[in-house]
């Protein structure tokens, strides 16, 4: 009983706090108007957003529906200010190369504001309908504008790939309804079923057209992104040069490969971590990097002699293979083999790239050991 009254009164102390911390930060956390205030509130800072165009064309905003619909996806990115900071902070990172991108091939720079509506500048951002990467490609839609996806690479995650891949489909896409509005509108629900909407209600104006929902709240999202991010001081968005992330900086390193090389060799070569390799290409899936030849991202200072490393490495490796390999015998499992030469499951399993759903047989090979590299 005492311990249930301690515990009830512990529950009440902590609801205690957090009720004066919401009411004591409200002000400062939900723009209220609150002494000391940093951050406007809600109802100024509707007033002051006005989403006049989107790629230079218009946006009617007079008219109160479309004015409606904006407020609405304008509060709803506003009221999620973690999320906004995470934006800003990464726009930093990534934004100079896709408006480097967008500039190069003459489309309007609006359009990035599509890759953070769609993953918020996310490489490994995925949805349940199996879009990935900073476009949210579909894996059919990235194979039919050049990507790579298969069980080696998915190239939907890589910056330069992936937006070389969006410009193309949204030129087709503009090229075939003749606008920006309706061709990010396409992006999101497909051409066929935008110009299957087009004929039948017999209107070319995306504001009056009747979409599915997402689409017709997806122009809006990125117009309430546009609008914060154009200008975050106005909405309480202060942050320092100091408070964004680091720019993506890298070097490329171009490689030929004879048969598949473990990540980690990557690595060493270019004096860095595997995670360091991963990150500045999120594009590889898996520890090995399949044969054939690659353009890797390397932290910068670290291509300057990579390849004579590169090559020492490989010879290294080369030698030491035969010492590594065990015979699968009769009887053997994965579990036994991993117990005899006293290294993890999952390790045998990432040296090997086995399919756990597919048993091993007798003669089969196997790497037992990390090796010396």
Not at 230 to 244: A, E, I, R, T, V
């Amino acid at each position: 009983m005492k311990n249930n009254r301690r515990e009830i009164g512990i529950r009440i102390w902590l609801a205690s706090c957090i009720f004066f911390f919401l009411c004591s930060s409200y002000s400062t956390v939900f723009g209220g108007s609150g002494k000391g205030s940093s951050v406007p509130s809600l109802i100024s800072s509707l007033r002051n957003a006005v989403p006049e165009d989107f790629c230079g064309e218009p946006v009617p905003w007079k008219n109160p529906e479309v004015r409606e619909r904006f407020e609405k996806e304008f509060l709803l990115s506003l009221g999620d200010r973690p999320q906004v900071i995470l934006w800003l902070k990464r726009s930093k990172r990534y934004f100079p190369y896709i408006e480097k991108m967008l500039k190069q091939n003459g489309l309007p720079d609006d359009l990035k504001y599509v890759a953070v509506a769609e993953s918020a500048l996310r490489p490994h951002a995925g949805s349940k309908k199996g879009a990935m990467g900073f476009w949210q490609f579909m894996r059919s839609t990235g194979r039919t504008y050049g990507l790579t996806v298969d069980r080696n690479k998915d190239e939907r995650r890589n910056l330069f790939r992936s937006t070389d891949a969006a410009i193309k489909y949204f030129k087709e896409l503009h090229d075939e309804f003749g606008s920006w509005t309706l061709a990010a509108a396409a992006y999101n629900m497909g051409e066929k079923g935008m110009m299957a909407e087009i004929l039948e209600q017999r209107t070319e104006d995306y504001y009056k057209l009747y979409l599915p929902l997402e689409t017709q709240r997806f122009l809006f999202r990125i117009l309430s992104i546009k609008m914060i991010l154009s200008n975050p001081g106005k909405f309480g968005f202060d942050l320092k040069k100091s408070d964004y992330y680091s720019p993506f900086i890298f070097e490329k390193v171009h490689i030929k490969v004879a048969d598949e090389v473990p990540l980690q060799i990557i690595a060493q070569a270019a004096k860095c971590n595997f995670k360091q390799i991963k990150d500045l290409n999120p594009e590889i899936r898996g520890h090995y990097l399949n044969a054939g030849s690659h353009t890797i991202l390397v932290p910068k200072g670290s291509a300057k002699g990579f390849q004579k490393r590169y090559t020492l490495l490989l010879k290294s490796l080369a030698t030491d293979k035969n010492e590594r390999i065990y015979v699968v015998k009769k009887g053997d499992s994965l579990s036994s083999i991993a117990a005899q030469f006293n290294v993890p499951l999952a390790a045998l399993i990432i040296w090997n790239r086995i399919d756990v759903r597919t048993p091993i047989h007798p003669g089969q090979r196997l790497t037992v050991s990390p090796g010396k590299h």
